[in-house]
């Protein structure tokens, strides 16, 4: 009965390769988004949808694209992996896009060799 | 035992003790806020939330506080347990959520 779900839980792969993350809630939420986490434990948004649509893309690189089959799924596909984006991501949802508490995922560590 | 939040990223306490966790937001125009709870190898796990019409809100041996002079936000935890041994985080939200650095906090038994 999780309610936000991510996979992979860990991602090893090499510099160049592209690779996806997908992300399920089950809480019937109407927002999703993609967070980075990097190894000072800062975390930043990149994305945000809302009903499928995207209402926030911070200055995220163009190789980072995130697709939005319903509203219950964020997938988030990363071309030409480099070093730099090693990091854990986190998915979250929420009510809608109004003052609502997020509800997290338990992130996906990737690790770039 | 309290923090300074950005400056002090951790916070060691004994048992039993209240901790204070300290944030200081960076926009007077934020509206929103909250306390997460990130414990090792999983996700933020939502505390408490405050809006900015309060500047009090308590929880289940959580209190959160506002100070929108000073632009600060507090945490308090009662009877501190080594439960609570995780990184504490504040989020503010103008139009998407800005996280803070996150204090450390260690519950001594």
């Known amino acids: 009965d999780t309610a936000v779900s991510q996979t992979p839980k860990y991602l090893v792969t090499q510099m160049g390769n592209d690779k996806s993350i997908k992300c399920e809630q089950n809480?019937?939420?109407?927002?999703m988004y993609w967070y980075k986490q990097d190894s000072k434990k800062f975390l930043k948004i990149m994305f945000s949808y809302n009903n499928k649509e995207l209402i926030i893309n911070e200055t995220v690189p163009n190789r980072f694209s995130p697709k939005s089959p319903d509203k219950a799924h964020l997938n988030l596909h990363i071309n030409s992996l480099e070093l730099g984006d090693s990091a854990v991501y986190f998915c979250a949802s929420s009510l809608d896009t109004s003052n609502q508490p997020q509800h997290f995922g338990d992130g996906t560590r990737l690790s770039i060799l | 035992g309290e923090s300074v939040g950005l400056h002090l990223p951790t916070l060691s306490v004994q048992e039993g003790d209240n901790s204070i966790i300290n944030c200081a937001y960076s926009n007077s125009a934020s509206d929103y806020f909250i306390w997460y709870k990130q414990e090792s190898g999983k996700g933020p796990q939502f505390i408490i939330d405050i809006r900015s019409n309060m500047d009090k809100r308590q929880g289940q041996r959580v209190t959160v506080l506002l100070n929108k002079t000073v632009k600060h936000l507090s945490l308090q935890i009662a009877a501190t347990q080594p439960g609570d041994s995780a990184v504490y985080f504040c989020a503010e939200r103008i139009n998407d959520m800005r996280f803070g650095a996150g204090t450390r906090l260690t519950v001594k038994p």
């Open positions: 809480l019937g939420h109407d927002t």
